[in-house]
């Protein structure tokens, strides 16, 4: 375990110390979310009616944008091959790297969204929903994105490649997401939502590390 | 089990391939006369749907087979990493295309029926958009198996992504049963046994029958391609 501590640290100090490339993505996050009251028009109740489903797409696309380095940077260095020669699971290396990617981007995602959720209008309750959405959700996205970056690792046009795989798979969190948030907004269930988009998680959690090892081995041989 | 072993061989496979074409070809063109008739003559047309009905003998057998396809995907895939079988990998991008195919035409077959039906090409009903879903899923495998210098890496990617995707596969399928609110659940097309009778039943199974042997075919044809494609990318790395 103190294996994982250490490389989760170890990846939140090299983004410490290039704090620009996180900035990168929230601002892109902001952006993208703004782009959408001047295209569709301010009238309040369409911008409220659409919220939850912008910030989530926009946070879907904001944690892709940041992936294709999640592995490439430590391929090419060679840390890698020494993660894959380690005596430790590669699974928790696996583990450890989506984990920090989280930190760094689902975790600040998770509290900007409801900053840029007054700008569309959303009530204080449903900004509480959207953000633990995001919290609950977010892990998914990483999970999911991160096995997309360890199978395109070393691929021609990887960065298309990468949104292509893991676009489809982020489909049923990004609808329970969204969906947990409009069920609040509309007065329906949104317990159940929120529940199956924990599953989602727990699910994610449990499957992807042995499969994004499976990955990162066949990179290294 | 054993006997899929036997054919892991491609030398094997091709010898077996070889002598199933021929009268696999005969078999599938005969099925496909007879089971045009019998979808587009001899079956009565709905008394609500009209002649439309006669799009579900193409569309619905296509969704059947685009979801084996898939699951197919997943059994090479896993074959590949467990036994490393080089076959299954040959077979899955040979079997990749021919399913998003099949999928494709569903979903074509489906918006053409939609027009008339529902008023509407497209509509986002969980059936369809799982259904879209599973399409990309395809394109993922076959851009991701084509995506290597390297092709032996591309298929044990694919592979990996084949296993998960079909986890996504129920979550996908059950998302019909969540997701009910938003559209008419009732005008999916479905196969309530009994409740379909046995003059749209019988084309209907017959074609099915009749495309999963197209299917087979179209695989094995592909396969064999493939291995030859293999062996001229050795031949050509080895000169």
Redesign the interface.
């Known amino acids: 375990m103190s294996g994982f501590a250490a490389l989760v640290a170890r990846d939140l100090r090299l983004v410490w110390r290039r704090p620009g490339d996180v900035a990168v993505v929230l601002a892109f996050f902001v952006v993208a979310t703004t782009l959408f009251p001047l295209g569709i028009g301010p009238e309040a109740n369409v911008l409220a009616r659409i919220a939850a489903g912008v910030l989530w797409c926009a946070a879907l696309f904001a944690a892709l944008l940041s992936l294709d380095r999640l592995f490439a940077a430590d391929f090419e260095d060679g840390t890698l091959d020494l993660l894959l020669l380690a005596p430790w699971p590669l699974e928790l290396a696996a583990l450890a790297k989506c984990c920090a990617h989280w930190i760094v981007t689902g975790l600040p995602l998770a509290a900007l969204a409801p900053l840029l959720g007054v700008a569309f209008g959303l009530e204080s309750s449903v900004l509480l929903a959207l953000s633990a959405t995001l919290l609950v959700g977010t892990p998914t996205l990483s999970l999911i994105g991160g096995l997309a970056a360890a199978l395109t690792l070393g691929a021609r046009k990887s960065g298309a490649l990468l949104a292509l795989l893991a676009l489809p798979l982020c489909v049923p969190t990004l609808i329970f997401g969204a969906g947990a948030v409009e069920a609040l907004a509309s007065g329906g269930d949104f317990g159940a939502h929120f529940a199956v988009l924990a599953a989602l998680a727990l699910v994610a959690l449990a499957t992807t590390p042995w499969a994004i090892a499976a990955a990162l081995r066949q990179a290294g041989e | 089990m054993a006997d899929l072993h036997f054919l892991a061989n491609p030398a094997r496979f091709r010898r077996f391939s070889q002598r199933v074409v021929p009268s696999l070809s005969g078999a599938t063109a005969l099925m496909l006369a007879v089971g045009l008739y019998l979808a587009l003559l001899q079956s009565p047309p709905d008394y609500q749907q009209g002649d439309t009905v006669r799009i579900m003998f193409v569309h619905v057998p296509s969704a059947w087979l685009a979801m084996a396809g898939y699951a197919l995907l997943a059994g090479l895939g896993a074959s590949l990493?467990i036994w490393r079988h080089p076959l299954a990998a040959l077979m899955a991008r040979a079997a990749a295309p021919v399913g998003a195919g099949f999928c494709a035409v569903c979903l074509l077959t489906g918006s053409l029926w939609g027009r008339p039906m529902w008023g509407a090409y497209w509509v986002w009903d969980a059936r369809l958009?799982s259904m879209l879903?599973l399409f990309?899923?395809y394109?993922?495998h076959i851009?991701?198996s084509r995506?290597?210098?390297e092709p032996e890496?591309?298929d044990?990617?694919a592979a990996?992504?084949a296993?998960?995707?079909v986890?996504?596969l129920p979550?996908?399928k059950f998302?019909v049963d969540?997701?009910n609110t938003l559209h008419q659940p009732a005008s999916v097309v479905r196969l309530g046994g009994p409740s379909i009778h046995p003059s749209i039943l019988v084309p209907l199974l017959w074609m099915a029958v009749t495309l999963f042997l197209l299917f087979v075919l179209l695989v094995l044809l592909r396969t064999d391609t493939e291995i030859d494609r293999r062996r001229l990318e050795n031949a050509e790395q080895q000169a």
């Open positions: 990493l958009t879903l990309f899923l394109l993922g851009a991701l995506a290597y210098d890496r591309g044990r990617a990996i992504l296993l998960i995707g986890i996504n979550i996908i998302s969540w997701w």
